[in-house]
């Protein structure tokens, strides 16, 4: 169980038992864009890369799996999609939520899958490697171009089969932007969302796997997390029946596709390109590899707007309790009702939230308003009570097996 100390003032590090207002220190691993970081006021937080108390910890590719995570700190937050270098389960063991944020950086996502479309059906890639290998200084370079140009002729997307593995926020996008273009898409998504459903367009038909998108599709983007279901999604079996010239795409994480198999397939067939996003020893320079140095989420607009949405989400967290976008805890909103606010997590397993409202009940707690939650093996509480909460009590929570972190949030000051 987290040690979260006996109150907002120790907890969170500020001073407000000294008569101060409550501050939170947020240590800061990448640069972050300074539009996210303006989302945490001053006069309340501070930022910075050498915070000796970190409450809650900003992060974009920094590997955290080795690093010695402060017991300060109650949240982390990926200025991003993807938290493959952040240890989720250590943090859900100690009652952490890591944030990430999905969708802030679709649209650049988006905009590169049909650049890399592009580069492979117009040869674009080796008809650059030919230009650059030309020498300016022969006279007759423009002829030289003339007869080059025949080795590159592509072709154009209109007509061709998209095929999409993964329709979330990116997919959806993909597959609008697709149909914009005169191609047909065929999308397969096994556990598609609802406002996914929603926003995908009515002209994508369905498929039953990733093994019939990959079969009938003339071009394949992938955009799946990376989990033990989706590693080797494409693999030797299911390339292998891929159509006589089809275009694999990989934006989404480098271990969805089995490299191996890949290779294998644009050596004997039926691949005619892999564009990716993840290059490694064995893809650099390979005559049928587009691989491009991990620019998908690299816009001023989308680090932007990945850094307003995970800063928005921490403070919200540190200072309601409210988690939005959190990859280990469930989704829990509740208006503030009362000045005073208690949020608990704690293994999902039966008469713990019993326990909790006994506790509060025999301190004489009147309980105003409740939220409870779970997701997996976690279970997040917010309580809104009409009345200080002593820390007495708080440790009386605290010592109920299964809970994990205790968090006491008193209304903030208003600025």
């Not at 926003?199 to 071009?219: G, M, N, T, Y």
Request: negative net charge; glycine residues 8%.
């Amino acid at each position: 169980m987290a040690d979260e100390t006996l109150g907002p003032s120790r907890l969170e590090s500020g001073p407000a038992a000294a008569g101060g207002p409550l501050r939170y220190e947020v240590l800061v691993l990448n640069q972050i864009s300074p539009n996210g970081l303006k989302r945490l006021p001053a006069d309340r937080y501070t930022v910075g890369k050498d915070v000796p108390h970190p409450v809650a910890v900003l992060v974009r590719s920094a590997d955290m799996h080795a690093m010695d995570i402060p017991a300060s700190v109650r949240a982390i937050g990926r200025a991003g999609a993807g938290t493959n270098n952040i240890p989720v389960d250590a943090m859900s063991a100690r009652g952490v939520p890591v944030f990430n944020a999905p969708g802030a950086n679709a649209n650049a996502v988006k905009e590169l899958v049909l650049a890399g479309m592009l580069l492979a059906a117009r040869n674009l890639a080796p008809a650059l490697r030919f230009v650059a290998a030309l020498d300016p200084t022969l006279p007759d370079m423009d002829k030289a171009v003339e007869e080059g140009k025949k080795a590159f002729a592509g072709y154009e997307l209109a007509g061709q089969t998209l095929g999409i593995v993964g329709l979330g926020k990116v997919g959806c996008l993909v597959a609008d932007a697709a149909i914009k273009l005169g191609m047909d898409v065929l999308g397969f998504d096994p556990h598609i969302t609802v406002d996914a459903a929603w926003s995908l367009p009515a002209q994508v038909r369905r498929a039953a796997s990733a093994a019939e998108v990959l079969k009938h599709a003339d071009f394949v983007t992938l955009h799946v997390p990376l989990v033990a279901a989706t590693r080797d999604l494409v693999n030797a079996d299911n390339v292998a029946q891929m159509k006589p010239g089809a275009v694999l795409l990989n934006f989404s994480r480098e271990g969805v596709v089995n490299e191996a198999a890949v290779l294998a397939a644009l050596s004997a067939g039926p691949l005619a390109c892999y564009v990716c996003d993840f290059p490694s020893a064995a893809l650099n320079r390979h005559g049928k590899v587009i691989a491009l140095p991990h620019l998908g989420a690299s816009t001023r607009e989308a680090e932007e707007n990945c850094a307003v949405m995970v800063a928005d989400q921490l403070r919200n967290y540190l200072e309601h309790g409210v988690v939005v976008n959190a990859v280990n805890f469930p989704h829990v909103e509740m208006a503030r009702e009362s000045a005073y606010r208690v949020a608990i997590a704690n293994a999902n397993v039966p008469n713990k939230l019993g326990q909790i409202s006994t506790a509060m009940a025999n301190a004489g707690l009147n309980i105003h308003n409740m939220v409870n939650k779970s997701r997996g093996e976690m279970a997040y509480t917010l309580v809104d009570v009409d009345s200080a909460v002593e820390p007495a009590v708080l440790d009386n929570i605290r010592a109920i097996a299964g809970v994990l972190s205790v968090r006491y949030l008193p209304q903030p000051e208003t600025p």
